[in-house]
């Protein structure tokens, strides 16, 4: 069984920015692609916001974040993290990480296997 934990948010005014880190157990980190994904308050869904591949060769991002949002892996330390900067007010939301059952990822919920609990990021007006 992985374990994912999430660390690194918070409450940050309009336009700062907060780094997510997200640390797994496990000896195949390294083999498989990582994304993260959030839910905001109200909405049923978590959505899309960034995936890496196993080496970090293939980055998608959500339009929403694009050039904001920066997501990155340390494979020997079995962490991925996810650089936020010039935050919004709509980038509110519990964030998600999740180990993609392959190693290219995909943005769908359904491609990811294993999750975390998430941490909460608030972005005040």
């Known amino acids: 069984q992985v374990q994912l934990v999430e660390s690194g948010g918070g409450l940050v005014q309009a336009g700062g920015s907060l780094r997510l880190s997200c640390g797994s157990s496990?000896?195949?980190?390294?083999?498989?692609?990582m994304g993260w994904f959030r839910q905001a308050p109200g909405k049923e869904e978590r959505e899309f916001v960034t995936?890496?591949?196993?080496?970090?060769?293939?980055?998608r991002y959500a339009d929403s974040v694009k050039g904001r949002f920066t997501i990155s892996r340390d494979n020997a330390k079995n962490t991925v993290f996810l650089q936020m900067n010039s935050l919004k007010p709509e980038d509110t939301a519990v964030y998600y990480c999740?180990?993609?059952?392959?190693?290219?990822?995909?943005?769908?919920?359904?491609?990811?296997?294993?999750w975390g609990r998430g941490t909460q990021v608030t972005v005040s007006s």
């Open positions: 999740a180990r993609a059952r392959s190693s290219s990822g995909a943005r769908t919920f359904y491609d990811y296997l294993y």
């Open positions: 995936s890496i591949n196993w080496n970090g060769s293939i980055i």
């Open positions: 496990g000896r195949t980190f390294g083999d498989y692609a």
